[in-house]
Nanobody, 123 residues
Framework: VQLQASGGGLVQPGGSLRLSCVAS????????IGWSRQAPGKLREGVICISSSDRSTYYSDSVKGRFTISRDNGKNTVYLQMNSLKPEDTAVYYC?????????????????WGKGTQVTVSS
């Protein structure tokens, strides 16, 4: 099971970014995939998850209305669309899976983590 996140970068407040999570060595179509983030000096925070049936589960209230998750099964890829970015969204973003079809109540069920991608929101 391998996951690779990409698409991070530096963006101004109010801007947008789309992160990609490419899965390999397994078929992501059948499993829930989630995004989490970790800011400097803070604990990891679950952000959002998408189930195998494309149902979204938000783990962070702070991103509701701004972030959305989607998947492209043909590309074995899950996306995190981030709009109206704020400086407090600055973090390393990780994608992960627990090889379960549904999202659980938190990201604690995730067993497989990819390398993260840095997102910096600053003017």
């Amino acid at each position: 099971v391998q996951l690779q996140a990409s698409g991070g970068g530096l963006v101004q407040p109010g801007g947008s970014l789309r992160l990609s999570c490419v899965a390999s060595e397994f078929n992501a179509d059948y499993f829930a995939i989630g995004w989490s983030r970790q800011a400097p000096g803070k604990l990891r925070e679950g952000v959002i998850c998408i189930s195998s049936s494309d149902r979204s589960t938000y783990y962070s209230d702070s991103v509701k209305g701004r972030f959305t998750i989607s998947r492209d099964n043909g590309k074995n890829t899950v996306y995190l669309q981030m709009n109206s970015l704020k400086p407090e969204d600055t973090a390393v973003y990780y994608c992960a899976t627990g090889l379960r079809s549904d999202c659980e109540d938190s990201d604690q069920f995730m067993d497989y983590w990819g390398k993260g991608t840095q997102v910096t929101v600053s003017s």
